[in-house]
């Protein structure tokens, strides 16, 4: 066995073993969602290592770039994802092989963190090489609709699929002149919160170019734009979910507003209940019960590269990652 990193001519081999290894999930194996994720991403194109045996592919190791930062200092991050060792050659060890070759070239590179979001399978991989336990992000719930969801429960209500395509709404505030100066405005209110670095083209790319799923967006504008929110609607066995997966603020004067284009948008859609990560929802939204769960959210974990303290990232206490930044990755 050999390894060597991909290139665009491997993409199709690539999806080819990724649905031989880890089948069809809600997240499609399709070289128009490996080329989005993998190579149109704003933050960087991802280092891929192969595992390759007799010119065959049988095992992938993908490390996806990102950027955290904290104030004005910016925080190099990478993040495990789309990992398959072939069925015939599992438990001999490449898994490993593969990350701490991986881990290798992200120090040359000068990388600060590693972070994933790893299924059942890859945490096992994470733990066997000695890392810490991922931990869960908590996730903040508004229920609307209580009885609505326990009648939804009890009769076993079977979810819709998800809507495709941009939503009009979500190209119109991307569009926005004034996007610029919100994000500016919008990291002042962490001024010691790692927060992910997000620029108008990584919007662009995370909310209108993103091949799967349906986001709008919402805001508030009074001479500019002084709020805005991305959300998703998610049809599950409770009912209809609304997940908001980012929010900027220009000043926390302007939440009751953005409260108020919720509430509207919460009838319109007939929503049961509202979820929210680091924002906790509760301020923004009305309902009969608020509740933050670590037990739903996204498993999370980290391990250092060049960072030599990562106690800002355990627990959560003080890196604040949006459900926009775990999801779908």
Same mark, same amino acid.
């Given at each position: 066995m050999e390894t060597r990193f991909a290139t665009e001519d491997d993409i199709p081999a690539i999806i080819d073993l990724l649905k031989t290894g880890l089948g069809e999930t809600l997240v499609p194996k399709s070289e128009g969602y490996w080329r989005w994720k993998?190579?149109?991403?704003? !933050? #960087?194109?991802?280092?891929?290592? +192969?595992?390759? %045996?007799? &010119?065959?592919?049988?095992?992938?190791?993908? $490390?996806?770039?990102?950027?955290?930062?904290?104030?004005?200092?910016?925080?190099?991050?990478?993040?495990?994802?789309?990992?398959?060792?072939?069925?015939?050659?599992?438990?001999?060890?490449? !898994? #490993?092989?593969?990350?701490?070759? +991986?881990?290798? %070239?992200? &120090?040359?590179?000068?990388?600060?963190?590693? $972070?994933?979001?790893?299924?059942?399978?890859?945490?096992?991989?994470?733990?066997?090489?000695?890392?810490?336990?991922?931990?869960?992000?908590?996730?903040?719930?508004?229920?609307?609709?209580? !009885?609505?969801?326990?009648?939804?429960? +009890?009769?076993?209500?079977?979810?819709?699929?998800?809507?495709?395509?941009?939503?009009?709404?979500?190209?119109?505030?991307?569009?926005?002149?004034?996007?610029?100066?919100?994000?500016?405005?919008?990291?002042?209110?962490?001024?010691?919160?790692?927060?992910?670095?997000?620029?108008?083209?990584?919007?662009?790319?995370?909310y209108a170019q993103v091949p799967v799923g349906r986001y709008y967006a919402i805001g508030v504008e009074m001479q500019g734009t002084k709020a805005l929110c991305f959300y998703r609607l998610k049809s599950t066995y409770a009912g209809t979910e609304m997940r908001i997966t980012d929010i900027f603020l220009e000043s926390a004067r302007f939440e009751k507003d953005l409260k108020n284009v919720l509430v509207k948008k919460i009838v319109e859609h007939d929503i049961d209940f509202v979820t929210s990560g680091s924002f906790n929802v509760a301020r923004l939204v009305s309902g009969v019960l608020a509740l933050s769960r670590k037990s739903i959210g996204p498993c999370v974990t980290t391990h250092k590269i060049s960072l030599p303290d990562l106690r800002n990232f355990g627990g959560f206490a003080n890196w604040s990652p949006s459900l926009g930044d775990l999801e779908l990755f």
């Open positions: 993998h190579l149109e991403n704003p !933050f #960087g194109d991802s280092l891929v290592l +192969l595992a390759v %045996k007799k &010119e065959n592919i049988i095992g992938v190791r993908t $490390f996806m770039r990102w950027q955290w930062k904290v104030g004005e200092e910016p925080i190099e991050a990478v993040r495990g994802v789309d990992t398959v060792i072939h069925p015939d050659y599992q438990g001999n060890g490449i !898994f #490993g092989e593969l990350t701490m070759e +991986l881990m290798k %070239k992200c &120090e040359e590179k000068g990388y600060h963190i590693l $972070f994933s979001t790893p299924n059942e399978r890859s945490k096992r991989g994470y733990l066997k090489l000695g890392w810490e336990r991922p931990d869960h992000l908590p996730v903040n719930v508004k229920v609307i609709r209580p !009885f609505r969801i326990l009648t939804n429960v +009890l009769r076993k209500r079977k979810p819709l699929e998800p809507g495709q395509g941009v939503h009009n709404s979500v190209a119109y505030y991307l569009s926005r002149p004034d996007l610029d100066a919100l994000l500016v405005m919008n990291e002042k209110h962490y001024p010691s919160k790692i927060i992910t670095a997000h620029t108008r083209q990584s919007l662009q790319w995370r």
